[in-house]
Structure formats: structure tokens, C-alpha cells
Nanobody, 115 residues
């Protein structure tokens, strides 16, 4: 079993920044990859950013240039720095952890962007 906990969400004004964190605990040996997903109203769930155990990163087109993802493989923690937030970034962000025993999801952390 793997437990996934997200934190760092909150409310900011347009142009603001947030730093989201995701920590995996339990049977976390050989975590392959970690990623952030979101599902905005009227849209399918989308991969925002991900990082594998080799440090290779992926960024969705909607966040490129505004988001930086990093990972601590020893602590099984992933961080995502989000800058220049826009109203369309507002939704719940979910962390997914990929391991040899399966994929594990957190309960999400909400992001609100409004003036």
C-alpha cells in the first residue's frame, strides 16, 4: 500500500504563485514516476507535469514556462512551483505515484485563482 498526500494549494490572485507538494509513504520502494493531474470543469483530466526516477520531466502545453517540477527520490516527495497563475488554472490538483505494484492517487489539493 502507498499513501499519497498533497499539500500547498490555496487561493491567490492572477499572476500569483503557489508551491504544491506531494509525499508518498508506505511501500514506496522503486517509485517510477510522480505526476500532477487536474480536471478543469468541462475538460478531461489532464497531466500537468511529471517527473520520473531519472529526473526526466514533462510539462503540459498549458503550463509550459510557468511551472517547474522537482523531486526528492529519497524522501519520495515531489514539488511543483506554479508561477503566473491564471484563472483557468483554478481546480483541484491530484498527485499520482507510479510504482511496480500499481498507481496510487492522493485526494487532491485545491487551487483558487481570482481577484
Amino acid at each position: 500500500q502507498v499513501q499519497v498526500v498533497e499539500s500547498g494549494g490555496g487561493s491567490v490572485q492572477p499572476g500569483g504563485s503557489l508551491r504544491l507538494s506531494c509525499t508518498a509513504s508506505g511501500t514506496t520502494k522503486n517509485v517510477y514516476a510522480m505526476g500532477w493531474f487536474r480536471q478543469r470543469p468541462g475538460n478531461q483530466r489532464e497531466l500537468v507535469a511529471s517527473i520520473n526516477n531519472g529526473g526526466t520531466t514533462y510539462y503540459g502545453d498549458s503550463v509550459k514556462g510557468r511551472v517547474t517540477i522537482s523531486r526528492d527520490n529519497i524522501k519520495n516527495t515531489m514539488m511543483m512551483q506554479m508561477n503566473d497563475l491564471k484563472p483557468e488554472d483554478a481546480t483541484v490538483y491530484y498527485c499520482k505515484v507510479v510504482t511496480p505494484t500499481g498507481d496510487w492517487w492522493g485526494r487532491g489539493t485545491p487551487v483558487t485563482v481570482s481577484s
